[in-house]
């Protein structure tokens, strides 16, 4: 990549994931991080040491690093209620847009956020890294090929079973309103008392989070939409769950399960954080079953060859059956060869050892960064997915069906 081409991008959020994504950048060509920010000072030194370089300049000030001339695009990694404004102020001052997901917090952050990148023209990637990754980009190419005939059932699901599954992440010891600027954290949630459990566990509470449907849900949502090329809002949705083991003063049940209903398929998700079932996506066809467990993918095709029926003729008499066999047969001609053969065969994948799709998700952003070309997620992608963890915690705390209104723009209860 020559220099002149190098994408200078700031990150805006430097905690777990927001370390995680600037590591990830070291592997992309033709990049270079030239800023950080973070309310928590700490964060400053993590970030700086993510990206091997403890000159980057840090700050706590996301607004110093819009102003600058020679940032070209920022990656916003911050709790999900901070996404909007972070957002629309970045594409306003013109820069190009890596957001974390889920992208918004609320349905009407998200129809902001994509507004905003129209009316800026940005380029925008929403950060669930599934639909950059090859072994998707395999499901899609079966999904498209007709090989699974007519999917009208996907089921997914997401289970951990271990405290850090749940969110329940150490303080760390120098945690303190010295070091974390608590105000600009809470933004526009209502004002409270320093409270470091929030700041580490925000996940838990609905003012910073959405629990498990913004936090796996999506991902799984983000997959489905990808691989069956949709790009729209579930039509309704209805949830179940609970809050079954970690009582810890959390908003959020440990078990959410949600059936989505879209106008070719139903989809069935669940999270459950206390059992260790891994990452699992299973599309049912009437030709053959994909499933995605972890990073391995298998297609089984399913034998639809006609055959006679085996089963309610034996509630006929001896000669009626036997005449009906007779004329299946004689109608049904089978090529001895294909008797025992199906006519696809399966077929399983796995990601090569160290395959991030990380990687490839920021990639596929800096790149269009340079060629102004498509992103595999861009912001109306990420909102529609994000909409459909609010039906599912709609869905769940009004104990009712949720109902997407797309004149409105609005979820009703059903
Ligand atoms: N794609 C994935 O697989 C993946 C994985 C984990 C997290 N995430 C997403 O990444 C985001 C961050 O999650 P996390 O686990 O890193 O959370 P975190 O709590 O570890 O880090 C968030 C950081 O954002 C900072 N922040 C908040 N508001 C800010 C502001 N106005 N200016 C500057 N910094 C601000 C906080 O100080 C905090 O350090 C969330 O949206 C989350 O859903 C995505």
Sequence with gaps: MPPSDTVRFASIGTGVRGCELLKATLQVPGVQCVGVCDLYDSRHIAAQEAVDNPSVPATRDYRSILDRKDVDAVIIATMDHQHRHI???????????????????????GFAMVEAAHKANRVVQIGSQRVSSILYAKAKGIYDSGKLGEVTSINAYWDRNSPSGAWVYPIPPDASEKTIDWNTFLGNAPKRAFDPVRFFRWRCYTDYGEGLAGDLFVHLISGIHFITGTNTVAQRAQSSGGLFHFKDGREFPDL????????????????????????FIAFYGTKGTLLIKDSTLTFTPQDTRPSAEGYSIFGWPKELREQYLKQWKEEHPKP?????????????????????????????????VRSRKPVTENEIFGNHAAIGCHLSNFAYFNKSAAVWDPAAKKIVKG
């Design 87 to 109: 957002f629309e102020d970045a594409c306003a001052a013109g820069k190009d847009v890596y957001c974390e997901k889920p992208m918004s917090h609320t349905v009407d952050d």
């Design 256 to 279: 959410i399960e949600t059936v989505y209903d879209y106008p070719n398929f139903r989809v069935s998700l669940r999270c459950n954080l206390n059992n260790e079932g891994g990452e």
């Design 336 to 368: 001895a060869a294909l008797a025992s053969q199906l006519d696809e065969e399966g077929e399983t994948y796995a990601n090569p050892p160290g395959y991030s799709d990380t990687v490839d998700h920021q990639a596929n952003f800096f790149s269009a």
